[in-house]
């Protein structure tokens, strides 16, 4: 059994500098995702950094935008009022992630920074290049209906777990990180890598490198947004296709538009042209069926999951609906 060292944070500056001492150690918190990767065998960091108590849990109002703490559990920012009211498509994309137990465990950091759910990285006993660099993508060829559609590569086709990306995508949400004596800012969209011929790397965060929040800006008046799931069963599944969107209507006019996907993509995939299509228009139907068929457009799809294209269109049109015909707030879960 492999020997793991198990270090606890007293605070930020202390967990920082023990990632820039131990190249190579793993930040945990709730563990909903790394404990299942050391069980499966596709993790195995021989130093532990503990950031569960660290004070970067709360969830603020700011003047244009709302900012959550990187450990703030996924439950507790559904249930945040402010959230529901301003950002629907965020507590919806919540509601439908795994179970209530993970919700109430799992962190916002670590939701972003999870690994796929492809069952050929998760097996030790099948190729994956995301797990061993090198020895293929078994997806090219085999069992590919959940894999993605877009932004594939030779190397790798796994989707992205997140429904939380993905309405974070949709919601133009940036990422605050720090490392030891420096920080920067992300665009959510910039924080995840196209696997390209390093499949390996999932993220744009170097080495030592701790998100600590996600700010939201909050949208102008009129802003809709939604999140529509579609998944092979009704709880505690990962999405076969999703989407998530947040419109400006005003006097029944899209003034923008930002849709995102999931379950079709290597990483959350925002649907430029679709967005194109809604530009200045007004928002009926008719519009957003003719966006809708844009959704689509570049996608590639393996042997068995070209019934994603029609899939991800019809998600597309309902959720356009389903933005401009219900109110903004969204109720709590029964």
């Known amino acids: 059994m492999q020997q793991v060292a198990y270090h606890r944070a007293a605070s930020e500056g202390a967990a920082l500098a023990l990632a820039a001492a131990h190249p190579g150690a793993a930040f945990i918190a709730g563990g909903t995702d790394l404990l299942q990767l050391f069980k499966q065998g596709a993790a195995a960091p021989a130093q532990l950094i503990d ?18 703490g990187a450990l703030a559990r996924l439950a507790d920012v559904a249930r945040h009022p402010e959230v529901r009211r301003s950002h ?6 919540i509601d439908a992630s795994a179970s209530p137990q993970v919700r109430n465990l799992a962190t916002v950091g670590g939701n972003l920074l999870q690994r796929t759910r492809c069952g050929y990285f998760r097996s030790a006993d099948l190729p994956c290049n995301k797990r061993q660099p090198g020895s293929g993508c078994a997806a090219r060829n085999g069992e590919n209906r959940g ?16 429904d939380l990306a993905v309405a974070l995508l949709a919601l133009d949400a940036k990422v605050h990180v720090r490392r030891q004596e420096a920080a920067r800012v992300l665009p959510i969209d ?12 999932d993220s744009a965060l170097d080495a030592g490198e701790l998100i600590v929040a996600v700010e939201v800006p909050r949208g102008a008046a009129g802003r809709r947004s939604c999140y529509l799931k579609v998944r092979d069963r009704a709880s505690f599944e990962f999405a076969v296709v999703s989407v998530a969107a947040a419109l400006e209507v005003e006097d029944g006019v899209i003034r923008s538009a930002r849709l ?19 530009a200045g228009v007004r928002a009926e139907p008719a519009a957003f069926a003719a966006a809708a068929a844009h959704a689509a457009d570049g996608a590639e799809p393996l042997s068995q999951n070209g019934f994603k294209i029609e899939l991800l269109r019809r998600t597309v049109q309902r959720a356009l609906d389903v933005t401009c015909t219900t109110a903004t707030h969204v109720p709590l879960p029964r």
Not at 51 to 68: Q, W, Y
Not at 268 to 277: D, G, M, N, V
């Open 260 to 278: 995102a996907a999931g379950g079709v993509g290597t990483v959350p995939w925002r649907l430029l042209a679709s967005e194109r299509a809604l």
């Open 147 to 162: 894999h993605a559609i877009f932004g594939a590569s030779p190397h790798c086709a796994a989707t992205h777990a997140s």
């Open 88 to 93: 629907p498509a965020l507590a919806e994309a």
């Open 51 to 68: 950031i569960s108590r660290l004070p970067l849990d709360r969830i603020e109002r700011l003047p244009f935008a709302i900012r959550i």
């Open 190 to 201: 910039e924080l995840f890598r196209l696997p390209g011929d390093t499949p390996q790397h």
